[in-house]
């Protein structure tokens, strides 16, 4: 599981409040994603970082900002939670071989 | 846009048969192709994947097949077993840039 932790892996929140998800891994892995999930879109791109303080932006990343103070962990931030935002998110990290990327559990977020 | 699709959103296949998922893509850039499975509240396990510069790429009862003039790739499975039951996507990369299907939701049964 390239030792990719989740947290939470559910939560429940309403429309406004600002919400953080958490990434953390154990094996050194210099480039992180953060993916979320939908039906009929598969996955798609949040925010990667390549480094500690380096991020970039994905494909989706309206109204997400992210975090890397620490090789470690990759925090995810909704800073007002919409009801778009209703999804399941997944963290990734690139593993040896450059083009493969491995996913954490997930995290399960309603927003109501 | 998607850059990346998956048409089929379900295929049923019997134990012992072989299972084929397709999927296409537009991007010519795309030189790296991957084929993920997920089971339900499981993240994406990477199942095999294949480089533009080959056609083929077996692993066990996995192979997956590039027709880079079509821009299309297949996964087949042979035999199909219930344990392969789960949600496939395919992935194409080039560079950074990572792109996934809409995933296709293979049912095996016994």
């Known amino acids: 599981d390239a030792g990719i932790t989740q947290s939470p892996r559910h939560k429940v929140t309403e429309t406004g409040t600002p919400v953080t998800l958490r990434c953390h891994q154990t094996e050194n892995h210099r480039y992180m994603y953060w993916y979320r999930q939908d039906p009929g879109h598969g996955l798609r791109l949040i925010h990667y970082?390549?480094?500690?303080?380096?991020?970039d932006k994905g494909e989706v990343s309206d109204g997400y900002s992210v975090s890397r103070s620490k090789t470690e962990d990759f925090l995810l931030t909704l800073e007002s939670a919409t009801s778009s935002q209703t999804s399941v998110y997944f963290c990734?990290?690139?593993?040896?071989?450059?083009?493969?990327?491995?996913f954490g559990a997930g995290t399960r977020l309603s927003v109501l | 846009d998607q850059q990346v699709k998956q048409n089929s959103p379900s295929l049923s296949v019997q134990e012992g048969r072989i299972s084929i998922l397709n999927c296409d893509y537009t991007?010519?850039?795309?030189?790296?192709f991957l084929w993920y499975k997920k089971y339900p509240a499981e993240g994406p396990t990477f199942l095999i994947s294949?480089?533009?510069?080959?056609d083929k790429n077996e692993d066990g009862r996995f192979t997956v097949f590039l027709n880079k003039s079509a821009k299309h790739l297949s996964l087949h499975i042979v035999p199909s077993q219930p344990g392969d039951s789960a949600v496939y996507f395919c992935?194409?990369?080039?560079?950074?840039?990572?792109?996934f299907g809409a995933g296709t939701r293979l049912t095996v049964k016994p």
């Open positions: 990734a990290v690139q593993g040896v071989a450059k083009n493969i990327q491995y």
């Open positions: 294949i480089s533009s510069i080959k």
């Open positions: 992935a194409a990369s080039a560079w950074d840039d990572m792109r």
């Open positions: 991007n010519s850039m795309f030189d790296y």
């Open positions: 970082s390549y480094g500690v303080k380096d991020t």
